[in-house]
């Protein structure tokens, strides 16, 4: 069974970075395309950024575009979400979701079989 575990959350600072992690156990992640999605209080989840089995192909959310990157390490069954210049509006609850498919596709949830706890990443001053 496949578990999902999000890490490297926490407070920082505006204009501050954090990278997160999301580790699999179980099973590998090599065949699968990975999501990042996020949550804030009072907000529908939304889809922050994916990268596709090999991670030959990314997508970004509009608000992240130039300040987030994803990548993976497929030998360490990792994915990691690098943020940078962070704002107060990128709080949430960060989530990793797996899709069993080589390739990402739009952000809906039904897409993606595998979800994390999540993190928790504040950015205030």
């Known amino acids: 069974q496949l578990q999902l575990v999000e890490s490297g959350g926490g407070l920082v600072q505006p204009g501050g970075s954090l990278r997160l992690s999301c580790t699999a156990s179980?099973?590998?992640?090599?065949?699968?395309?990975i999501a990042w999605f996020r949550q804030a209080p009072g907000k529908e989840r939304e889809g922050v950024s994916c990268?596709?089995?090999?991670?030959?192909?990314?997508d970004y959310a509009d608000s992240v575009k130039g300040r987030f990157n994803i990548s993976r390490d497929n030998a360490k069954n990792t994915v990691y979400l690098l943020m940078n210049s962070l704002k107060p509006e990128d709080t949430a609850v960060y989530f990793c979701?797996?899709?069993?498919?080589?390739?990402?596709?739009?952000?809906?949830?039904?897409?993606?079989?595998?979800w994390g706890q999540g993190t928790q990443v504040t950015v205030s001053s």
């Open positions: 979701a797996r899709r069993s498919r080589y390739y990402c596709s739009d952000y809906s949830s039904h897409m993606y079989s595998d």
């Open positions: 990268i596709s089995s090999t991670g030959i192909s990314t």
């Open positions: 179980g099973s590998t992640l090599g065949y699968s395309a």
